[in-house]
């Protein structure tokens, strides 16, 4: 089964930007739905976005106009870019992969997740 590594997380100040990156172990071209969720402390984790790796993004409503999610097969690998981040975005984020839809994937693969921190 393929595996995910996600990196490039950190701690950014408010209004900057991060690229995170999922590596797959494995091909992800025959991976229906890739995406990323959030987690915050005390709140359960979330879809931000998700992408096949044909057809239009989907995206949560507080994240649109912000983050840009992309996958390139040849690499194996998927990002998330993160524009004009605040302190609500602040999370463990982790990618995934399954079947569903982009607006309610069912993951089958999880990674170990990469902490975002955004300062104030």
């Known amino acids: 089964q393929v595996q995910l590594v996600e990196s490039g997380g950190g701690l950014v100040q408010t209004g900057g930007s991060l690229r995170l990156s999922c590596a797959a172990s494995?091909?992800?071209?025959?991976?229906?739905?890739m995406a990323w969720y959030r987690q915050a402390p005390g709140l359960e984790r979330s879809l931000v976005a998700a992408r096949r790796s044909w057809g239009s993004p989907y995206y949560v409503d507080s994240v649109k106009g912000r983050f840009l999610i992309s996958r390139d097969n040849d690499k194996n690998t998927m990002y998330l870019q993160m524009n004009s981040l605040k302190p609500e975005d602040t999370a463990m984020y982790y990618c995934?992969?399954?079947?569903?839809?982009?607006?309610?994937?069912?993951?089958?693969?999880w990674g170990q997740g990469t902490q975002v921190t955004v300062s104030s």
């Open positions: 995934a992969a399954g079947p569903g839809t982009i607006q309610a994937p069912d993951p089958r693969i």
């Open positions: 494995g091909s992800i071209s025959s991976l229906d739905i």
